[in-house]
């Protein structure tokens, strides 16, 4: 049984930071690519960070609205993907959730076949 599951969410001033965890069990981890998306009330879920399996050197994909903020990586010892999220700003406020794929990084949340139950970030002007 796969599962994901995201830790790391809590409520943080605008400029603050956070860490995001998603640990992941029942798969090879890293043999699959990782992601990042967020949804906000009332908003569509869209793409944050996301970093491809290990032989493709790990490169890291942003969303234009994150890029220089946060750095998505992986340890593939531990089976976790993390999410280190700086220069916070109320705009990210939403709840995060992780995601798994055996196929190359996508923006597109329809291909991605595991998701974890999300975690809640707010950021407070």
């Known amino acids: 049984q796969v599962q994901l599951v995201e830790s790391g969410g809590g409520s943080v001033q605008a400029g603050g930071s956070l860490r995001l965890s998603c640990a992941v069990s029942g798969l090879t981890f890293s043999s699959y690519s990782m992601a990042w998306f967020r949804q906000a009330p009332g908003k569509e879920r869209e793409f944050v960070a996301a970093i491809g399996w290990t032989w493709s050197g790990g490169r890291g994909y942003y969303a234009d609205s994150v890029k220089g903020r946060f750095t998505i990586s992986r340890d593939n010892a531990n089976a976790t993907a993390y999410l280190q999220m700086d220069s916070l700003e109320p705009e990210d406020t939403a709840v995060y959730s992780c995601?798994?794929?055996?196929?190359?990084?996508?923006?597109?949340?329809?291909?991605?076949?595991?998701w974890g139950q999300g975690t809640q970030v707010t950021v407070s002007s």
């Open positions: 995601a798994a794929d055996r196929r190359a990084v996508s923006t597109n949340p329809r291909s991605y076949d595991y």
